[in-house]
């Protein structure tokens, strides 16, 4: 019963990855540009060079601690190449206050994208011990009004992007944070440094 249920989900992943390849392959791009098409451009964070030949799409929370090291390293690695673009998918799988500071993020970067990338990681900076004043501290700090934006994250009912990042990290299979996609491959958990160097030369 066992094997059956694993051939069939091998048999699957196998399916699901054939069709990605000959679709992106025909329109000429990556995996990673490929399963964010039916987002609006600009709708994700995104850092780095636009015209970058490697793209990488991480999956976060706020509140993990592995992705907090994953946000170290992806600071280092924009610091040290100009040839990366980094792709950022809110996927506040922790809910509570993650959910709220995923849509505050979201808030930012549609009218400051310019503080986003600086906020980001000072959210991940918090991890496990992420509290509403230290949200509100953090946007004081940048020259946002805190308190305002986080009363507005809590009333959103729901949010367009991260519902649609739900759905395709289901899709994707992942089962947890980080995940990253650097052009056609999937890696579930923390990237060292040193790998990702290896991946983008």
Not at 37 to 51: Q, S
Not at 175 to 199: C, F, H, M, W
Request: hydrophobic residues 40%; proline residues 3%.
């Amino acid at each position: 019963m066992m094997i059956n249920k694993l051939f069939k989900t091998t048999i699957l992943t196998i399916l699901f990855f054939n069709v990605f390849s000959t679709s992106f392959a025909q329109d000429d791009q990556n995996l990673a540009n490929f399963i964010i098409r039916n987002y609006e451009t600009a709708a994700l964070p995104t850092v780095g060079n636009n015209d970058a030949d490697y793209t990488i799409i991480e999956f976060f929370d706020y509140r993990c601690g592995y992705c907090s090291k994953q946000a170290n390293d992806f600071q280092k690695l924009l610091n040290n190449t100009d040839n990366v673009k980094i792709i950022y998918m809110e996927w506040p799988i922790f809910g509570d206050i993650s959910d709220t500071a995923a849509k505050i993020a979201l808030i930012v970067w549609q009218r400051n994208p310019n503080l986003y990338f600086e906020v980001h990681n000072q959210f991940m900076q918090l991890g496990p011990k992420m509290k509403k004043a230290s949200i509100v501290d953090i946007l004081n700090k940048v020259d946002l009004n805190g308190e305002e934006i986080f009363q507005e994250a809590v009333s959103q009912k729901s949010n367009d992007i991260i519902e649609a990042n739900m759905k395709l990290a289901k899709s994707l299979g992942l089962r947890g944070t980080p995940a990253s996609i650097v052009n056609d491959s999937i890696y579930p958990g923390y990237l060292q440094y040193k790998t990702l160097e290896t991946l983008i030369n």
